[in-house]
Protein backbone atom coordinates (compact mmCIF):
# COMPACT_ATOMS: atom_id res chain seq x y z
CA UNK A 1 0.00 0.00 0.00
CA UNK A 2 1.11 3.41 -0.75
CA UNK A 3 2.20 5.50 2.40
CA UNK A 4 1.33 9.26 2.77
CA UNK A 5 4.86 10.54 2.08
CA UNK A 6 5.20 8.32 -1.09
CA UNK A 7 1.51 9.60 -2.11
CA UNK A 8 2.72 13.25 -2.30
CA UNK A 9 5.58 12.36 -4.16
CA UNK A 10 3.45 10.51 -6.29
CA UNK A 11 1.01 13.45 -6.92
CA UNK A 12 3.65 16.28 -6.42
CA UNK A 13 5.31 14.42 -9.56
CA UNK A 14 1.84 14.47 -11.47
CA UNK A 15 1.13 17.73 -11.40
CA UNK A 16 3.17 18.76 -14.74
CA UNK A 17 0.80 16.85 -16.13
CA UNK A 18 -2.45 17.37 -14.54
CA UNK A 19 -2.76 21.40 -14.32
CA UNK A 20 -6.44 21.32 -11.79
CA UNK A 21 -4.07 18.94 -9.06
CA UNK A 22 -1.54 22.00 -9.85
CA UNK A 23 -4.89 24.65 -8.56
CA UNK A 24 -4.83 22.87 -5.34
CA UNK A 25 -3.48 24.23 -2.09
CA UNK A 26 -0.76 21.32 -0.51
CA UNK A 27 -0.45 22.40 2.50
CA UNK A 28 2.09 22.17 5.60
CA UNK A 29 0.74 24.93 7.98
CA UNK A 30 -2.75 22.88 8.49
CA UNK A 31 -0.24 20.82 11.15
CA UNK A 32 -1.68 21.61 14.65
CA UNK A 33 0.59 24.28 16.07
CA UNK A 34 2.99 23.31 19.04
CA UNK A 35 0.69 22.96 22.16
CA UNK A 36 2.55 24.28 25.52
CA UNK A 37 3.62 21.72 27.37
CA UNK A 38 1.39 19.87 29.70
CA UNK A 39 4.45 20.74 32.61
CA UNK A 40 4.83 23.92 31.79
CA UNK A 41 1.20 25.72 31.50
CA UNK A 42 0.76 29.82 31.76
CA UNK A 43 0.80 30.02 34.84
CA UNK A 44 3.99 27.98 35.37
CA UNK A 45 6.29 30.69 32.45
CA UNK A 46 4.25 33.83 34.39
CA UNK A 47 6.05 32.48 38.03
CA UNK A 48 8.99 31.97 36.13
CA UNK A 49 8.83 35.60 34.97
CA UNK A 50 8.08 36.68 38.40
CA UNK A 51 11.36 34.58 40.13
CA UNK A 52 13.56 36.55 37.84
CA UNK A 53 12.36 39.79 38.67
CA UNK A 54 12.76 39.12 42.37
CA UNK A 55 16.50 37.95 41.78
CA UNK A 56 16.71 41.15 40.33
CA UNK A 57 15.40 43.01 42.74
CA UNK A 58 17.48 41.07 45.43
CA UNK A 59 20.57 41.98 44.03
CA UNK A 60 20.14 45.61 43.97
CA UNK A 61 19.44 46.01 47.42
CA UNK A 62 22.66 45.03 48.52
CA UNK A 63 24.65 47.42 45.38
CA UNK A 64 26.49 50.55 45.82
CA UNK A 65 24.37 53.73 45.41
CA UNK A 66 26.33 53.90 41.49
CA UNK A 67 24.82 50.33 40.81
CA UNK A 68 21.52 51.39 42.53
CA UNK A 69 21.53 54.45 39.54
CA UNK A 70 22.64 51.71 36.74
CA UNK A 71 19.55 49.01 37.78
CA UNK A 72 16.56 50.89 36.56
CA UNK A 73 17.47 50.87 32.99
CA UNK A 74 19.29 46.70 33.69
CA UNK A 75 15.72 45.82 35.22
CA UNK A 76 13.75 47.41 32.18
CA UNK A 77 16.13 45.45 29.58
CA UNK A 78 15.79 42.41 31.83
CA UNK A 79 12.03 43.02 31.97
CA UNK A 80 11.29 44.00 28.04
CA UNK A 81 13.75 40.55 27.63
CA UNK A 82 11.83 38.41 29.59
CA UNK A 83 8.77 39.70 28.09
CA UNK A 84 9.63 39.20 24.75
CA UNK A 85 10.86 35.26 25.67
CA UNK A 86 7.48 34.98 27.08
CA UNK A 87 6.11 36.28 23.96
CA UNK A 88 7.92 34.01 21.67
CA UNK A 89 7.48 31.08 23.73
CA UNK A 90 3.89 31.34 23.73
CA UNK A 91 2.00 29.29 21.28
CA UNK A 92 -0.84 32.30 19.95
CA UNK A 93 -4.19 30.39 21.16
CA UNK A 94 -6.09 28.84 17.82
CA UNK A 95 -9.02 30.34 16.64
CA UNK A 96 -12.25 28.12 17.16
CA UNK A 97 -14.09 29.53 14.32
CA UNK A 98 -13.78 29.47 10.90
CA UNK A 99 -10.83 31.91 9.82
CA UNK A 100 -8.85 32.26 6.75
CA UNK A 101 -5.35 31.21 8.53
CA UNK A 102 -6.04 27.60 10.24
CA UNK A 103 -8.76 24.64 9.81
CA UNK A 104 -11.40 24.22 12.46
CA UNK A 105 -13.52 21.60 12.96
CA UNK A 106 -17.31 21.01 11.87
CA UNK A 107 -19.80 17.83 11.91
CA UNK A 108 -21.73 16.44 9.14
CA UNK A 109 -25.26 16.54 10.25
CA UNK A 110 -26.64 15.75 7.30
CA UNK A 111 -25.71 13.70 4.21
CA UNK A 112 -27.98 13.40 0.91
CA UNK A 113 -26.66 10.97 -2.14
CA UNK A 114 -27.70 12.62 -5.27
CA UNK A 115 -26.13 10.09 -7.59
CA UNK A 116 -23.65 7.10 -7.42
CA UNK A 117 -21.11 9.70 -7.73
CA UNK A 118 -22.09 13.17 -5.75
CA UNK A 119 -23.49 13.63 -2.80
CA UNK A 120 -24.48 17.25 -0.69
CA UNK A 121 -23.39 17.78 2.89
CA UNK A 122 -24.65 19.91 5.56
CA UNK A 123 -22.31 20.52 8.33
CA UNK A 124 -22.35 22.38 11.16
CA UNK A 125 -19.16 24.12 13.14
CA UNK A 126 -18.34 22.56 16.39
CA UNK A 127 -17.89 26.23 17.82
CA UNK A 128 -21.02 28.52 17.59
CA UNK A 129 -19.47 32.52 15.53
CA UNK A 130 -22.20 34.56 16.10
CA UNK A 131 -20.50 37.06 13.22
CA UNK A 132 -18.89 34.38 10.77
CA UNK A 133 -16.70 36.24 8.44
CA UNK A 134 -18.68 35.14 5.58
CA UNK A 135 -21.60 37.06 6.66
CA UNK A 136 -22.05 41.09 6.11
CA UNK A 137 -21.90 42.16 9.62
CA UNK A 138 -25.12 43.31 11.01
CA UNK A 139 -26.96 42.46 8.54
CA UNK A 140 -29.51 39.91 8.54
CA UNK A 141 -28.01 36.29 9.22
CA UNK A 142 -28.49 35.36 5.76
CA UNK A 143 -26.74 38.18 3.88
CA UNK A 144 -23.29 36.72 2.65
CA UNK A 145 -20.36 38.99 2.24
CA UNK A 146 -18.78 37.66 -0.55
CA UNK A 147 -21.37 37.26 -3.75
CA UNK A 148 -18.87 34.29 -4.97
CA UNK A 149 -16.72 32.17 -2.03
CA UNK A 150 -15.43 29.17 -1.75
CA UNK A 151 -13.68 27.34 1.86
CA UNK A 152 -11.32 24.77 2.04
CA UNK A 153 -11.43 20.92 3.14
CA UNK A 154 -8.16 19.79 4.62
CA UNK A 155 -7.73 15.52 4.40
CA UNK A 156 -6.31 14.99 7.69
CA UNK A 157 -4.48 11.80 6.32
CA UNK A 158 -2.93 13.21 3.80
CA UNK A 159 -1.70 16.85 3.31
CA UNK A 160 -3.99 18.16 0.74
CA UNK A 161 -6.56 20.48 0.61
CA UNK A 162 -9.18 21.33 -1.71
CA UNK A 163 -11.86 24.20 -2.18
CA UNK A 164 -15.97 23.37 -2.34
CA UNK A 165 -18.04 26.06 -2.74
CA UNK A 166 -21.38 26.78 -0.13
CA UNK A 167 -25.10 26.27 -1.74
CA UNK A 168 -26.35 29.59 -0.59
CA UNK A 169 -29.18 29.37 2.13
CA UNK A 170 -32.86 27.96 1.59
CA UNK A 171 -35.19 30.26 1.29
CA UNK A 172 -37.28 28.35 3.60
CA UNK A 173 -34.60 28.25 6.58
CA UNK A 174 -32.95 31.01 5.20
CA UNK A 175 -32.04 33.06 8.48
CA UNK A 176 -32.19 30.13 10.78
CA UNK A 177 -29.66 28.41 8.73
CA UNK A 178 -27.24 30.92 8.85
CA UNK A 179 -27.98 31.70 12.61
CA UNK A 180 -26.73 28.22 13.22
CA UNK A 181 -23.52 28.65 11.11
CA UNK A 182 -24.88 25.53 9.10
CA UNK A 183 -23.19 24.90 5.62
CA UNK A 184 -24.07 22.90 2.72
CA UNK A 185 -21.64 21.47 -0.68
CA UNK A 186 -22.40 19.82 -3.07
CA UNK A 187 -19.61 17.68 -3.69
CA UNK A 188 -18.64 15.07 -6.79
CA UNK A 189 -16.13 12.64 -6.29
CA UNK A 190 -13.64 11.99 -9.34
CA UNK A 191 -11.95 8.96 -10.75
CA UNK A 192 -9.04 8.77 -8.63
CA UNK A 193 -9.40 11.61 -6.50
CA UNK A 194 -8.29 11.75 -3.02
CA UNK A 195 -10.11 14.69 -1.19
CA UNK A 196 -13.52 14.37 -3.29
CA UNK A 197 -13.79 10.86 -2.58
CA UNK A 198 -12.58 10.91 1.06
CA UNK A 199 -15.47 13.34 1.48
CA UNK A 200 -18.47 11.58 -0.33
CA UNK A 201 -18.17 8.89 1.95
CA UNK A 202 -17.83 10.60 4.90
CA UNK A 203 -21.28 9.61 6.74
CA UNK A 204 -23.03 11.92 9.35
CA UNK A 205 -21.62 12.58 12.88
CA UNK A 206 -17.95 12.68 11.02
CA UNK A 207 -15.89 15.64 11.15
CA UNK A 208 -14.02 17.95 8.77
CA UNK A 209 -12.07 21.04 8.67
CA UNK A 210 -12.65 23.89 7.19
CA UNK A 211 -10.58 27.17 6.29
CA UNK A 212 -12.16 29.96 5.00
CA UNK A 213 -14.05 32.44 3.37
CA UNK A 214 -12.10 32.70 0.07
CA UNK A 215 -13.64 35.43 -2.16
CA UNK A 216 -13.51 34.53 -5.82
CA UNK A 217 -14.67 37.32 -8.53
CA UNK A 218 -16.43 40.79 -7.54
CA UNK A 219 -18.96 40.20 -9.27
CA UNK A 220 -21.31 43.01 -8.89
CA UNK A 221 -19.27 46.04 -9.09
CA UNK A 222 -17.84 44.18 -12.37
CA UNK A 223 -21.91 44.01 -13.01
CA UNK A 224 -21.64 47.49 -12.51
CA UNK A 225 -25.01 48.76 -14.23
CA UNK A 226 -24.98 46.22 -16.45
CA UNK A 227 -28.18 43.53 -16.35
CA UNK A 228 -27.33 40.57 -17.40
CA UNK A 229 -25.19 37.36 -16.35
CA UNK A 230 -25.08 33.93 -18.24
CA UNK A 231 -23.41 31.08 -16.06
CA UNK A 232 -22.43 28.19 -18.17
CA UNK A 233 -22.05 25.59 -15.51
CA UNK A 234 -20.91 21.96 -15.50
CA UNK A 235 -21.74 19.29 -13.31
CA UNK A 236 -20.95 21.19 -9.59
CA UNK A 237 -19.94 24.10 -10.87
CA UNK A 238 -23.60 25.03 -10.75
CA UNK A 239 -23.01 26.04 -7.24
CA UNK A 240 -20.82 29.23 -8.04
CA UNK A 241 -23.48 29.92 -10.28
CA UNK A 242 -26.26 29.46 -7.80
CA UNK A 243 -24.33 32.06 -5.29
CA UNK A 244 -23.79 34.90 -8.42
CA UNK A 245 -27.59 34.29 -9.26
CA UNK A 246 -28.72 35.34 -5.69
CA UNK A 247 -26.52 38.01 -5.67
CA UNK A 248 -27.02 39.55 -8.71
CA UNK A 249 -30.72 39.11 -8.43
CA UNK A 250 -31.28 40.23 -4.89
CA UNK A 251 -28.89 43.81 -5.85
CA UNK A 252 -30.93 44.69 -8.46
CA UNK A 253 -34.21 44.37 -9.32
CA UNK A 254 -33.84 44.74 -13.29
CA UNK A 255 -31.02 42.11 -13.23
CA UNK A 256 -31.38 38.75 -15.34
CA UNK A 257 -29.48 35.92 -14.88
CA UNK A 258 -29.49 32.77 -17.16
CA UNK A 259 -27.96 29.37 -15.66
CA UNK A 260 -26.81 26.91 -18.20
CA UNK A 261 -26.79 23.90 -16.48
CA UNK A 262 -24.56 20.56 -18.22
CA UNK A 263 -24.63 17.34 -16.37
CA UNK A 264 -23.65 13.94 -17.26
CA UNK A 265 -26.69 11.85 -15.94
CA UNK A 266 -30.74 12.54 -15.36
CA UNK A 267 -30.07 11.86 -11.81
CA UNK A 268 -28.33 14.49 -10.37
CA UNK A 269 -31.41 16.93 -11.78
CA UNK A 270 -34.37 14.35 -11.42
CA UNK A 271 -34.69 11.37 -9.12
CA UNK A 272 -36.72 8.40 -10.98
CA UNK A 273 -37.50 10.78 -13.83
CA UNK A 274 -40.50 10.19 -15.41
CA UNK A 275 -40.58 8.03 -18.40
CA UNK A 276 -41.54 9.82 -21.81
CA UNK A 277 -41.54 8.59 -24.76
CA UNK A 278 -40.65 10.88 -27.30
CA UNK A 279 -43.32 10.50 -30.51
CA UNK A 280 -42.01 8.90 -33.51
CA UNK A 281 -41.59 11.82 -35.44
CA UNK A 282 -39.14 13.54 -32.91
CA UNK A 283 -37.15 10.66 -32.72
CA UNK A 284 -34.72 12.91 -35.74
CA UNK A 285 -34.73 15.71 -34.41
CA UNK A 286 -32.06 17.72 -32.72
CA UNK A 287 -32.20 17.61 -29.07
CA UNK A 288 -32.09 20.86 -27.23
CA UNK A 289 -31.74 21.73 -23.19
CA UNK A 290 -34.60 21.75 -21.40
CA UNK A 291 -36.01 24.29 -19.35
CA UNK A 292 -36.21 23.43 -15.62
CA UNK A 293 -39.47 24.05 -14.30
CA UNK A 294 -41.08 25.13 -11.00
CA UNK A 295 -43.40 22.29 -11.11
CA UNK A 296 -41.26 19.66 -12.19
CA UNK A 297 -41.55 15.96 -10.85
CA UNK A 298 -39.00 14.24 -8.19
CA UNK A 299 -36.39 17.27 -8.43
CA UNK A 300 -33.38 16.33 -6.72
CA UNK A 301 -31.96 18.13 -4.07
CA UNK A 302 -30.11 20.76 -6.29
CA UNK A 303 -32.98 20.72 -8.34
CA UNK A 304 -35.51 21.83 -5.91
CA UNK A 305 -32.85 24.37 -4.53
CA UNK A 306 -32.95 25.87 -8.23
CA UNK A 307 -36.79 25.85 -8.27
CA UNK A 308 -37.35 27.29 -5.27
CA UNK A 309 -34.99 30.43 -6.56
CA UNK A 310 -37.15 30.57 -9.67
CA UNK A 311 -40.33 30.87 -7.51
CA UNK A 312 -38.18 33.61 -5.80
CA UNK A 313 -37.14 35.22 -9.20
CA UNK A 314 -39.81 34.27 -11.55
CA UNK A 315 -38.46 35.60 -15.22
CA UNK A 316 -35.81 36.73 -13.86
CA UNK A 317 -33.88 33.43 -13.63
CA UNK A 318 -33.80 31.53 -16.69
CA UNK A 319 -32.30 27.73 -15.87
CA UNK A 320 -31.88 25.46 -18.81
CA UNK A 321 -30.44 21.84 -18.40
CA UNK A 322 -28.01 19.87 -20.82
CA UNK A 323 -28.10 16.13 -20.26
CA UNK A 324 -25.46 14.21 -21.98
CA UNK A 325 -26.86 10.35 -21.52
CA UNK A 326 -29.44 11.79 -23.14
CA UNK A 327 -27.43 13.27 -26.22
CA UNK A 328 -28.29 17.32 -25.00
CA UNK A 329 -25.84 19.63 -25.12
CA UNK A 330 -25.14 23.42 -24.87
CA UNK A 331 -24.37 24.31 -28.44
CA UNK A 332 -22.86 27.84 -29.76
CA UNK A 333 -26.70 28.63 -30.49
CA UNK A 334 -27.88 28.03 -27.31
CA UNK A 335 -25.48 30.18 -25.54
CA UNK A 336 -25.86 32.97 -28.55
CA UNK A 337 -29.79 33.06 -27.63
CA UNK A 338 -28.98 33.65 -23.98
CA UNK A 339 -26.22 36.36 -24.58
CA UNK A 340 -28.52 38.01 -27.39
CA UNK A 341 -31.70 37.91 -24.86
CA UNK A 342 -32.65 41.36 -23.53
CA UNK A 343 -29.82 43.00 -24.30
CA UNK A 344 -30.39 46.86 -24.66
CA UNK A 345 -28.90 48.44 -27.27
CA UNK A 346 -27.15 51.08 -24.96
CA UNK A 347 -23.65 51.86 -25.54
CA UNK A 348 -21.33 50.32 -22.56
CA UNK A 349 -18.03 51.57 -21.14
CA UNK A 350 -14.76 50.11 -23.06
CA UNK A 351 -13.44 49.43 -20.00
CA UNK A 352 -10.05 49.54 -21.64
CA UNK A 353 -7.57 49.85 -18.80
CA UNK A 354 -10.06 48.86 -16.23
CA UNK A 355 -8.81 46.12 -13.78
CA UNK A 356 -12.35 44.89 -13.12
CA UNK A 357 -13.90 45.81 -16.32
CA UNK A 358 -10.70 45.03 -19.29
CA UNK A 359 -10.92 41.55 -20.51
CA UNK A 360 -7.26 41.83 -21.45
CA UNK A 361 -6.38 42.44 -18.13
CA UNK A 362 -8.10 39.38 -16.50
CA UNK A 363 -5.78 37.65 -18.95
CA UNK A 364 -3.11 37.79 -15.78
CA UNK A 365 -5.63 37.26 -13.33
CA UNK A 366 -6.61 34.72 -10.67
CA UNK A 367 -10.23 34.06 -10.14
CA UNK A 368 -9.66 34.76 -6.02
CA UNK A 369 -9.10 38.16 -5.18
CA UNK A 370 -9.48 40.60 -1.95
CA UNK A 371 -12.84 41.93 -2.34
CA UNK A 372 -13.23 45.69 -2.85
CA UNK A 373 -11.14 47.00 -6.25
CA UNK A 374 -12.28 50.44 -7.55
CA UNK A 375 -13.26 50.43 -10.91
CA UNK A 376 -11.17 52.68 -13.11
CA UNK A 377 -13.48 53.12 -16.12
CA UNK A 378 -13.13 56.66 -17.44
CA UNK A 379 -16.73 56.71 -17.30
CA UNK A 380 -17.06 54.95 -13.77
CA UNK A 381 -18.83 57.82 -12.66
CA UNK A 382 -21.87 57.38 -15.35
CA UNK A 383 -24.44 55.02 -16.28
CA UNK A 384 -22.28 52.92 -18.72
CA UNK A 385 -19.47 51.30 -16.47
CA UNK A 386 -20.18 48.05 -16.43
CA UNK A 387 -19.98 44.58 -18.26
CA UNK A 388 -22.76 41.86 -18.82
CA UNK A 389 -21.19 38.44 -17.72
CA UNK A 390 -20.61 35.30 -19.25
CA UNK A 391 -19.49 33.16 -16.63
CA UNK A 392 -18.01 29.50 -17.17
CA UNK A 393 -17.69 26.89 -14.50
CA UNK A 394 -16.64 23.15 -14.34
CA UNK A 395 -14.38 20.76 -15.15
CA UNK A 396 -10.94 21.75 -16.82
CA UNK A 397 -12.13 20.18 -19.92
CA UNK A 398 -15.41 22.12 -19.83
CA UNK A 399 -13.76 25.01 -19.34
CA UNK A 400 -11.42 25.08 -21.83
CA UNK A 401 -14.51 23.94 -24.24
CA UNK A 402 -16.33 26.74 -23.75
CA UNK A 403 -14.08 29.27 -23.52
CA UNK A 404 -10.63 28.34 -23.31
CA UNK A 405 -8.17 26.81 -21.18
CA UNK A 406 -7.14 28.44 -17.69
CA UNK A 407 -2.93 29.36 -17.66
CA UNK A 408 -0.36 28.92 -15.37
CA UNK A 409 1.46 31.46 -14.97
CA UNK A 410 4.32 31.84 -12.21
CA UNK A 411 2.61 29.48 -10.00
CA UNK A 412 -0.64 30.76 -10.34
CA UNK A 413 -3.81 29.58 -12.23
CA UNK A 414 -4.58 32.22 -14.62
CA UNK A 415 -7.29 32.99 -16.40
CA UNK A 416 -5.60 32.84 -19.86
CA UNK A 417 -7.14 34.65 -22.88
CA UNK A 418 -10.68 34.09 -24.28
CA UNK A 419 -11.03 30.92 -26.74
CA UNK A 420 -12.84 28.32 -28.41
CA UNK A 421 -16.93 28.55 -27.83
CA UNK A 422 -17.17 32.03 -26.42
CA UNK A 423 -14.23 33.79 -28.38
CA UNK A 424 -15.81 32.31 -31.47
CA UNK A 425 -19.59 34.22 -30.48
CA UNK A 426 -17.49 37.66 -29.89
CA UNK A 427 -15.77 37.44 -33.09
CA UNK A 428 -19.16 36.68 -35.02
CA UNK A 429 -20.93 39.31 -33.00
CA UNK A 430 -18.73 42.68 -32.15
CA UNK A 431 -21.01 43.58 -29.45
CA UNK A 432 -20.66 40.42 -27.30
CA UNK A 433 -17.46 41.14 -27.73
CA UNK A 434 -17.52 44.72 -26.38
CA UNK A 435 -20.60 44.30 -23.62
CA UNK A 436 -19.44 40.96 -22.33
CA UNK A 437 -16.88 39.76 -19.84
CA UNK A 438 -15.70 36.62 -19.79
CA UNK A 439 -14.87 34.86 -16.29
CA UNK A 440 -13.49 31.28 -16.10
CA UNK A 441 -13.77 29.79 -12.25
C1 LIG B 1 -12.92 27.70 -6.11
C2 LIG B 1 -13.26 26.22 -6.28
C3 LIG B 1 -14.48 25.76 -5.83
C4 LIG B 1 -14.81 24.40 -5.98
N1 LIG B 1 -16.04 23.97 -5.54
C5 LIG B 1 -16.36 22.66 -5.67
C6 LIG B 1 -17.64 22.17 -5.22
O1 LIG B 1 -18.47 22.92 -4.67
N2 LIG B 1 -17.91 20.86 -5.39
C7 LIG B 1 -17.02 19.97 -5.98
O2 LIG B 1 -17.33 18.77 -6.10
N3 LIG B 1 -15.81 20.41 -6.41
C8 LIG B 1 -15.45 21.71 -6.25
N4 LIG B 1 -14.21 22.15 -6.66
C9 LIG B 1 -13.24 21.15 -7.16
C10 LIG B 1 -12.49 20.56 -5.93
O3 LIG B 1 -11.70 21.57 -5.34
C11 LIG B 1 -11.53 19.42 -6.31
O4 LIG B 1 -10.72 19.84 -7.36
C12 LIG B 1 -12.27 18.17 -6.72
O5 LIG B 1 -13.14 17.73 -5.69
C13 LIG B 1 -11.24 17.06 -7.02
O6 LIG B 1 -10.38 16.95 -5.93
P1 LIG B 1 -9.77 15.55 -5.52
O7 LIG B 1 -8.78 15.74 -4.44
O8 LIG B 1 -10.82 14.53 -5.30
O9 LIG B 1 -9.06 15.12 -6.84
P2 LIG B 1 -7.48 15.13 -7.10
O10 LIG B 1 -6.83 14.13 -6.20
O11 LIG B 1 -6.96 16.50 -7.07
O12 LIG B 1 -7.51 14.61 -8.56
C14 LIG B 1 -7.95 15.42 -9.60
C15 LIG B 1 -7.74 14.67 -10.87
O13 LIG B 1 -6.40 14.28 -10.95
C16 LIG B 1 -6.33 12.89 -11.10
N5 LIG B 1 -5.27 12.36 -10.20
C17 LIG B 1 -5.33 12.26 -8.87
N6 LIG B 1 -4.19 11.73 -8.38
C18 LIG B 1 -3.39 11.54 -9.44
C19 LIG B 1 -2.07 11.03 -9.61
N7 LIG B 1 -1.35 10.61 -8.57
N8 LIG B 1 -1.57 10.98 -10.84
C20 LIG B 1 -2.27 11.40 -11.90
N9 LIG B 1 -3.51 11.90 -11.82
C21 LIG B 1 -4.06 11.96 -10.61
C22 LIG B 1 -7.65 12.30 -10.67
O14 LIG B 1 -7.96 11.14 -11.38
C23 LIG B 1 -8.56 13.40 -10.97
O15 LIG B 1 -9.03 13.30 -12.28
C24 LIG B 1 -13.88 23.50 -6.56
C25 LIG B 1 -12.63 23.97 -7.01
C26 LIG B 1 -12.33 25.33 -6.88
C27 LIG B 1 -10.99 25.81 -7.37
Redesign the pocket.
Known amino acids: MMRHGQFRS ?2 KG ?1 LA ?2 P ?2 Q ?2 TFHTSWKPAVQPSASQPHGARWNGFRQHHSTTTRSSAQSTPKQARAFPPLLIVGLLLGGTVYYLATPPAKPKTLNSETFIPYTITAREAISPTSVVLTIAPHVLDPSPPYLQPGATPSRWKHPLW ?1 VEFKQPEVQ ?1 A ?4 PLPPLQADTDDEARDGTLR ?13 YLSRLGVGRDVWLRGPHA ?1 FDVLPRLGHCRRVVFLAGG ?1 GL ?2 GMQVARAVLDQRDDTKVSLLWAVRKREEVQAAAPATAAPWWQLWASKSPTELRADMENPSHIAAHLTEMKAKYGDRLDVRVAVDEEGTKFCDSDIRKALLAGLSATQHSSGTGCRLHDQRLHEHAS ?1 FEAPGAACQCSDSGDANAGKNLLMISGPDGFIAHYAGPKVWLGGTLTQGPVGSVAAELQRRDGKLASDWLVLK ?1
Request: hydrophobic residues 35%; positive net charge.
Open positions: VLASCRAQHSIRHYTFYVRAVGGGEMSNGTVPEL
